[in-house]
Nanobody, 129 residues
Framework: QVQLVESGGGLVQAGDSVRLSCVAS????????MGWFRQAPGKEREFVSA????????YYADSAKGRFTISRDNAKNTVYLQMNSLQPEDTAVYYC??????????????????????WGQGTQVTVSS
């Protein structure tokens, strides 16, 4: 069982930056990948970014490229999402997810929410205009 705890959300203004954190309850070398997804009111959950833990390979949604950066701290079992130049359309609950299914996958795999086994409770990010 893996528990994930997110933090770092809040209310910010357009153009501001926020860093989200997600702490895993297990040593992260036991995880295949960790990802960030978000869900806005009335919309489906969507992929934001992910990292394959063994290689550090990163994956981003088009909406995140150039503005968001995923990173990690192995010693702290933590993955981060640095979000810059936030816009009102980034308003959502942001979820951290962990995947324990080791294998060889295409980049599309990391953007698929059903491939992730564990989810955090989510942290709200609200961007005002």
């Amino acid at each position: 069982q893996v528990q994930l705890v997110e933090s770092g959300g809040g209310l910010v203004q357009a153009g501001d930056s926020v860093r989200l954190s997600c702490v895993a309850s297990v040593r992260t070398f036991r995880l295949y990948a960790m990802g960030w997804f978000r869900q806005a009111p009335g919309k489906e959950r969507e992929f934001v970014s992910a990292m394959k833990w063994s290689t550090g390979s990163t994956y981003y949604a088009d909406s995140a490229k150039g503005r968001f950066t995923i990173s990690r701290d192995n010693a702290k079992n933590t993955v981060y999402l640095q979000m810059n130049s936030l816009q009102p359309e980034d308003t959502a609950v942001y979820y951290c997810a962990a995947d324990t299914n080791f294998g060889h996958y295409s980049s599309a795999y990391y953007a698929t929410s059903r491939e992730y086994d564990y989810w955090g409770q989510g942290t709200q990010v609200t961007v005002s205009s």
